[in-house]
């Protein structure tokens, strides 16, 4: 984590830990750099801990809007800490889509009145941020090279 700021973090470990080392799991919350902390996974991280043996380590990160863009992705990911995110839609603006799969870009479209995220809580979440959609520390879209030094992947 970079700065000054004390981000919060949660440590998990197995009931019955090993003596040694054991592997470990790191998650930092959803939330649009704008919601949650590392308390709201804290039970599904408690039964990952237990379940595969791992410690799971929870981190939280600047939100906005007291820390706008670029906090929130300048603390989640320090060097030496890649990682993955599921927010594609989020990270991928209409206005930086390839004019390739303009015709494909339906998510925000389908998801006007979605449950969870829909447009009002997007417009919401981007007005406080205030992200610069062209730069590459907001969509990893807008990198020549997305990829470059990225581990591999399991899902």
């Known amino acids: 984590m970079r700065g000054d700021y004390g981000n919060d973090l949660r440590i998990h470990h197995p009931a019955n830990s090993p003596s040694d080392a054991s592997a470990m799991f790191g998650l930092i919350h959803g939330g649009g750099f704008c919601l949650g902390n590392d308390f709201i996974h804290s039970y599904q991280l408690r039964a990952i801990a237990s379940i595969h043996h791992v410690t799971v380590v929870n981190l939280s990160y600047h939100l906005t809007p007291e820390h706008r863009f670029p906090a929130g992705p300048n603390d989640r990911k320090p060097p030496g800490l890649p990682g993955v995110s599921a927010c594609i839609p989020y990270f991928l603006e209409e206005g930086i889509v390839p004019a390739q799969y303009k015709d494909f870009y339906l998510v925000r479209e389908q998801n ?44």
């Open 112 to 155: 006007v009145d979605s449950m969870v995220i829909n447009k009002e809580a997007m417009d919401f979440v981007l007005a406080a941020y205030r992200p610069d959609i062209m730069s590459a520390a907001f969509s990893p879209f807008q990198s020549e090279h997305p990829h470059t030094g990225m581990p591999p992947v399991y899902m």
